[in-house]
């Protein structure tokens, strides 16, 4: 009796579960979008046309989330007031939100081709609430298609979504490489050059002012006349020489 | 017809004058020529001068608005090594006049002051030179993806100080986005990539880089917020806000120290060739 009664249990789990599993695999949205994947959001592409052949007007497909390492042991949820909640992510490791009609994903659905998971900071305990994910994950998404009596369909789990962790602004190191060559070169120039000026003032004021003290020997323009040196001869002009004659140094007359 | 007095005679006179009048004649030509070079090089110097003091109220004036980053990092050098270059200015000027009336009047008193002055302005403008060579290095993107990060809108500032920086850092980061219709450093995963003042009060989901980020319309709104928020081309700013820092810093610092080597290298010349008339000329 009790093993009739398991097994009756395990066929009437299937029975309600009825559960059709698409090939599809969800994955995040192809394209070139730095935002697709932040600290605590991710973007999905959005399936078409799959929940079509067992969608009714009145089902709505959901997405659930789970932790990578809980999304085996992820069981579907009856009906739709079994769906866990955003809030229970930490103790349940997993949620359901995104709830939408089947419609939307139809083959001609118009809207975005790309669904963001995470981006509603305003909802509060309102079920379902499509909040930012509080933590790097990763995370593993799968679609569930749930009519009223329970899920119809489902897709394959995704691959694991890792979200962004921002690094410490702390490891940003502000130093140069290395010393731009050019500096160097205009600081080297400019101190010779300097330095050459300088050198060349004090040479120039040196030798204007050792003129006098370093000339001593030539006896030109003494500050002194002792007794007994007489005063040195000026420079003179060249010998008088008067038209004619050669020119001879200053003494008597020849006597002629 | 005795020997003749050391004085002069007539015919005496005119022999010898004729020999020194040639030697005369040719230093008169050297100390023309070299009055002439000298004349030359301190007008050149003096327009220099115009030109220098005129770039650097240029720089000072701050058109692009990027003080305020400087001011935060604590290393605004290239702003005082323009400051220098103001009064360097206008110091050679004044100096290349006093060289020009030294030069002409031969005055050995004038151009020694004239020599001295400028030794001292030169020593100024090669301090000038050299701190904005040598400061421009300093201005790596790092830094200013540090400053970013650390104080872009950040609330909870320490003292009046780190208040006015914040602000100063927010509004020149958020004209520059505006204006040149940038984003970040390198680009808005800035944000995404590091912890930030701004990570504290504005979340991830909604703000996964500031707002100015995204691509506005005529009334400073964002044409598109999700498609901001995703990073859909057309809708974001993708490229950095770095080019627009660095290309005018770098062309104040290169601006600064160029012009004022090449106006050094001159003055050395014309220098030297100051002190070599100065040290001919009798008193």
Redesign the interface.
């Known amino acids: 009796m009790e093993l009739l009664g398991v097994l009756l249990a395990l066929a009437g789990m299937d029975a309600a579960a009825g559960l059709a599993l698409l090939p599809y695999v969800p994955r995040v949205a192809p394209g ?5 994947v ?4 991710f ?1 999905l592409e959005r399936p078409r046309c799959i929940f079509d052949p067992f969608a009714n007007a009145s089902d709505a497909v959901w997405l659930a989330v789970a932790f990578a390492d809980a999304s085996a042991a992820f069981k579907n949820p009856t009906s739709s007031a079994e769906v866990p909640p955003y809030e229970g992510l930490p103790t349940a490791r997993a949620y359901m939100t995104l709830q939408m009609a089947a419609a939307a994903y139809g083959c001609s659905a118009p809207g ?1 081709a ?1 669904l ?1 998971v ?4 305003a909802c509060h305990g309102r079920a379902p609430c499509n909040g ?1 994910l509080p933590s790097p994950g990763p995370y593993r998404v799968k679609f569930l298609l749930m009519g009223c009596g329970g899920p119809k369909a489902e897709t394959k789990w995704s691959d694991p979504i890792l979200l ?1 962790r ?4 702390s ?7 290395r ?2 060559s ?2 160097v070169v ?2 080297a ?3 010779s ?2 330095a ?3 050198m ?2 004090l040479g ?1 004021v040196g ?2 002012l050792c003129v006098p003290l370093c000339r001593r020997g030539l006896g030109a323009h003494l500050p002194y006349r002792t007794h007994h040196v007489p005063p040195a001869l000026p420079h ?3 010998p ?4 004619g004659c050669t020119p ?1 140094p ?4 020849p006597t002629k | 017809m005795c020997d003749m007095p050391w004085n002069k005679s007539g015919f005496f006179e005119g022999e010898v004058s004729l020999h020194e009048g040639l030697k005369m004649a040719k230093t008169d030509n050297g100390i023309r020529i070299c009055q002439g070079l000298l004349i030359l090089g301190n007008v050149v110097i003096g327009m220099c001068g115009i030109a220098l003091t005129a770039e650097c109220i240029f720089f000072v004036s701050d058109p692009h608005g990027l003080y305020p980053l400087l001011e935060a990092t604590e290393n605004n050098d290239i702003y005082a090594a323009a400051w220098i270059g103001i009064f360097v200015g206008f110091a050679l000027l004044a100096l290349s006049i006093l060289g020009i009336v030294g030069v002409m009047k031969s005055s050995k008193t004038l151009l020694l002051v004239y020599i001295i002055l400028m030794l001292i302005t030169y020593a100024f403008e090669m301090a000038s030179c050299i701190t904005a060579a040598t400061h421009r290095d300093f201005l790596t993107p790092n830094l200013f993806l540090k400053q970013m990060l650390e104080r872009y809108m950040k609330s909870d500032t320490d003292n009046n100080n780190d208040k006015q920086m914040t602000e100063g850092v927010t509004k020149t980061w958020d004209n520059l986005m505006l204006q040149n219709q940038c984003c970040g450093v390198h680009g808005p995963l800035d944000w995404q990539e590091y912890t930030s003042a701004f990570r504290m009060t504005h979340n991830d989901a909604d703000y996964p880089w500031p707002h100015n980020c995204c691509v506005m319309n005529t009334r400073s709104e964002p044409i598109n917020l999700d498609g901001c928020k995703l990073g859909v081309p057309g809708f974001y700013n993708s490229n950095g806000c770095y080019d627009a820092i660095s290309g005018p810093l770098n062309r104040q610092a290169w601006g600064v120290a160029w012009f004022g080597f090449a106006i050094l290298c001159w003055t050395f010349c014309v220098l030297l060739g100051t002190m070599f008339y100065w040290s001919r000329i009798a008193y």
Do not use: E, H, N, W
């Not at chain 1, 490891?171 to 490489?177: E, G, K, L, N, Y």
């Not at chain 1, 008088?240 to 038209?243: I, N, R, S, T």
């Open positions: 070139a979008m730095p935002g697709k932040t600290a605590t959001t973007v975005a790309v963001r995470g981006g509603d900071t930012p962004r921002a690094r410490s602004l490891t940003i190191d502000p130093t140069p490489a010393r731009s050019t500096a205009i600081a120039i400019l101190a050059l300097g050459a000026l300088a060349a003032v120039a030798t204007q003179t002009l060249p008088a020489c008067v038209c001879r200053p003494g008597p007359c």
